[in-house]
Each structure stands twice: as C-alpha cells, then as structure tokens.
C-alpha cells in the first residue's frame, strides 16, 4: 500500500510509475478522480480507480477519517 497526492506540492506526488505499481487506486473525492483520468488516462488501462465519496478535509492519520476507510474500503477489494 502506498499513498500519494494529486497535487504537485504534495508530501509524495502521483506519478506514472505509482500508477503503473498499482493494482487499485482510491480517491478520496470526484475531483481527485477526474483530475487523475484526465492526466494520466494511458496509464489507467486495466487498473481500478475508486472514488470513495469523502470530502478531503482530513488530517493524516485522523481517528475519523481512518474509521471511514475501514468501512469503505474492503467491499472493493
């Protein structure tokens, strides 16, 4: 598992090589998904992105945001 921003000024960026290691990308927001289509769509062939519908307001690691993770994130894998 690893994880990686969509904005260039991110902690770890995405990249093409991220998304070429990944079986499964999730997103946290429409916009994120829309903006990683957009930018990388030749890149996107065969692998899964998953927008899970939460709004990106949430610190790193917060208790509430991990918590919605747990729920969503096992019935796509």
Same mark, same amino acid.
Request: charged letters at 30%; proline letters at 4%; aromatic letters at 6%.
């Given at each position: 598992?690893?994880?990686?921003?969509?904005?260039?000024?991110?902690?770890?960026?995405?990249?093409?090589?991220?998304?070429?290691?990944? !079986?499964?990308?999730?997103?946290?927001?429409?916009?994120?998904?829309? @903006?990683?289509?957009?930018?990388?769509?030749?890149?996107?062939?065969? @692998?899964?992105?998953?927008?899970? !519908?939460?709004?990106? !307001?949430? !610190?790193?690691?917060?208790?509430?945001?991990?918590?919605?993770?747990?729920?969503?994130?096992?019935?796509?894998?």
């Amino acid at each position: 598992m690893s994880s990686a921003g969509t904005n260039n000024d991110a902690e770890n960026p995405l990249s093409a090589e991220l998304i070429e290691w990944a !079986d499964i990308l999730f997103v946290m927001e429409r916009t994120h998904r829309a @903006k990683i289509q957009q930018r990388y769509r030749s890149k996107l062939k065969g @692998k899964r992105l998953i927008c899970l !519908d939460i709004p990106d !307001d949430y !610190d790193f690691m917060d208790a509430g945001l991990t918590a919605i993770l747990k729920t969503k994130v096992p019935r796509h894998l």
